[in-house]
């Protein structure tokens, strides 16, 4: 028996599906996978949950300041990423996907301290700089594409 997926949600705009929007491929889901939340069709989720998992190689917990802060930061991208692809106004989307985006600038910010104070090797830093980065641009652009 097969099973067929809908397809995604409708992309705002040409150029949102040429921004962050990817949408993750059909073929990259198992067929007997349950439906996915709106949230997990978007690329820019999935490096925001790479960052997030990264974060606890970053700074010993005993550092609990700037690891609680790191935590919170990359967390909340996640989170609202989430919540601004589940909002159903462009408004709502791009209020959220711009909050997403200064949480994913001040985890940037976060792992320039934790590289200047040398708390973790500076590949780990560097491999969870670019994924910030990454999640920067894919927000601005997914935010811009949603601008009235």
């Known amino acids: 028996m097969s099973t067929t997926f809908a397809a995604p949600a409708p992309v705002p705009s040409q150029a949102a599906a040429d921004a962050a929007s990817a949408v993750v491929p059909q073929a990259a889901v198992p067929a007997a996978a349950a439906p ?41 991208a996640v989170l609202n990423v989430a919540e601004g692809a589940g909002r159903h106004s462009r408004r709502d989307k791009r209020r959220h996907y711009a909050i997403a985006r200064g949480s994913a600038m001040e985890t940037a910010a976060a792992i320039d301290v934790v590289r200047l104070r040398r708390l973790a090797p500076e590949s780990v830093c560097d491999q969870a700089r670019s994924l910030a980065l990454r999640v920067i641009q894919m927000l601005s652009k997914l935010s811009d594409a949603l601008a009235p």
């Open 36 to 76: 996915r939340l709106d949230a997990e069709k978007l690329e820019v989720y999935h490096v925001a949950l790479e960052l997030q998992a990264m974060t606890p190689l970053l700074v010993p917990a005993h550092l609990r300041v700037l690891h609680d802060q790191l935590e919170r930061a990359s967390l909340s």
